[in-house]
C-alpha cells in the first residue's frame, strides 16, 4: 500500500515523519476486509501497531475530527502511563492536520487538569484502565458517543490484574462501536475477552510463526551460578549497546545489580515497583538523553517502556514463562532495528530454557560469556573505529597537539590516549571456562578469602530432619564459640550435613565442642564431629537408612530453632550430642 491510498492529510503526516511505506501490520488494518470491522491484531512490539490503529480509527472518524462534539469519538487504553503518553504523543503528529483534540489520563498526573481537558470534548482519549475507570466513575469521562475503542497491549492489561476495570469500562461504551485489540500474544483470556466485548471480529496476524522478532538475535550464555552477575558484566562490556536494559526478577534484585553496576563505573538507572512516578521519569530521560546508558528493570516496571536506541536486551533472572520472554525482548529490534536479546542461564537450569524456548518457537545461539580477552578485542576495534572517523579540529586543539608531539613522540600520545579511553571503561570480570572439567575444578578449588584451606565436620541431621542452614548457623556459633563469617561451605544432605571450618581454628572449634557439650540439655540432638567431606561420607553411607529419629522432627523444626519461631517446639529428642 503506497501513501496515495490514504487521505491526504495523513500521507503527508507520515512522509514528514520519514515513513517510506506502511509496515505489515498497517497495510493489514487498511485492507478492505479490515474496513468498518472489529479486529484482534497480533502484532509485536515495534511494529507499527500504533500508527497501525491510528489510521484504522480515522478512516472511519476523520471526517468527524474537525467538527465539534460532545462526548469523545475514540478511546484508547493502554497497561501503562509510558505507553499511554507515548500513544497520544504519536497520534498527535498524525492527527495534527485533521484538527483531532487528544486527551490523556494517566496514573501519577493532575487528574484536575484531566478532567479540564475531558470538559472540552476531546475526540480522542487516550488513558489507563484504572484512571479511565475513575473519571467514569466520577462522571468525568463520557463514553455515550463513543465509536472506536483501542485496547493496545491487551494481554499485559490482563496480565497486570486490570480485568475488572477494563470490564467497567467496556461495559459503559455504546454496543454498536469498533473494538480493536493488540495483542503480542494470544493466551485464553484475551481470547476470552474478544468474545464478550467484539462481534464477528477479523483476526489478523503479522507476528508469523517465529514468535521472537525477525529482526532480534537470541543468545543464550551459560555460567555458574554464583557468576550471574559477572556475566551480566562482561556482556555490557562486549556488546557497549547504546542503550540495553537488563531484566530481573524482583525489586531486590534490581536493587543490588544496580548498586553493582554503579559501583563498577556503569552510567545505570533502575526501574522497580519501590520507585515514584517522579523517578522514573527522570531515569527514562536520562537513557533518552544519553546520560545513562543501562536500565536495570523488573517486568512490571519496564512494561510500556519505548526507547528508540535500545539494542541490547538482558535476562539477568529468566523470565517465569515464554510470553514474559517475549515482551521482554520485544523492547528491542522496533522498527526494522536490529537487536540483540541475550539469557543467562546458570547450569543447572538449562533443560527449563531448552524447554521455554521450544515453546516459545524461537530459535537462540548457545554461546559462552564474553572473556576478557574478548573484550579487550572489542575495545580495540571500537577505539580505532572512532579515532579514524573524519573530524574537524579547531585551533585550539591542533596547539595543543602541537605541544604534546614537541615534548613526547606520536606513539606515546597515542598510548596515553588508548591509557586514558581503557581508564574509563569499566573492567570486564574474570569467569569460569565453560567445560565440564573447569565447572569441576571451580567447584573444588574456589574459595572465600580466608578458606583456602578448610577442615570439614558433620552433623547427623539432614534435609530429612529440616535441616536449615537459619538456625544451623547459630548453633554452631553457639557450640563452637566462632562467628557466622568463620563458617565456611555447608552441604546439607538427606540425612546429615557437612560444614568447614579453617583449619586455623578447627582445633579450638572441636575443644569449644567438648565444653559445650555438658552444658546442652537432653533437647540439643545434634551429632558434630570432624567428616572426611560430603562425597566421601555420602560414598560411605550409600545404602543407610534414615535414622530413627526422622519422624519426630516437624517441619520447619531444628535444634536450636529461637523460641516463638515455628518448629521451636519440634526438637528431636533421643540422643545428646557427642564430638569426637
Known sequence: MTFSTLPPMLGEALAERGYAALTAVQTAVLAPEAAGRDLIVSAQTGSGKTVAFGLAMARDLLDDFGASTQSPLSLVIAPTRELALQVSRELAWLYAKAGARIATCVGGMDASKERRALRASPHVVVGTPGRLRDHLERGALDLSGLKEVVLDEADEMLDMGFREDLEEILDATPAERRTLLFSATMPKSIVALAERYQRDALRISTAGDDRGHGDIAFQVVTVSPAEVEAAAVNLLRFHEAETAILFCATRDNVRRLHATLQERGFAVVALSGEHSQSERNQALQALRDRRARVCVATDVAARGIDLPNLSLVVHVDLPRDAETLQHRSGRTGRAGKKGTAVLIVPFPRRRRVESMLRGARIKADWIDAPTPDAIRTRDRERLLAELLQPAEFDGEDRALAQRLLAERSPEDIAAALVRAHRAAM?????????TPEARRAAQQDRHRPGFEDTVWFRMDIGRR????????????????????????????GAN????????????????????????????????????????????????????????KVGRKSGPGAPKGRPGAKHKPRGRKERNR
Open 426 to 434: 569499566p573492567q570486564p570480570e574474570e569467569m569460569l571456562e565453560n
Open 465 to 492: 530432619q529440616n535441616a536449615d542452614p537459619r538456625w544451623i548457623l547459630p548453633l554452631l556459633c553457639r557450640r563452637g564459640h566462632i562467628t557466622r563469617n568463620e563458617v565456611g561451605a555447608i552441604r546439607i
Open 496 to 551: 546429615e550435613t557437612h560444614f568447614q571450618i579453617p583449619r586455623a581454628i578447627a582445633e579450638k572449634f572441636g575443644a569449644a565442642l567438648q565444653r559445650t557439650a555438658r552444658d546442652e540439655s537432653e533437647d540439643e540432638v545434634v551429632r558434630i564431629e570432624p567428616s572426611e567431606g560430603p562425597r566421601q561420607a555420602a560414598h560411605a553411607n550409600r545404602g543407610v537408612k534414615p535414622n530413627k529419629f526422622s519422624h
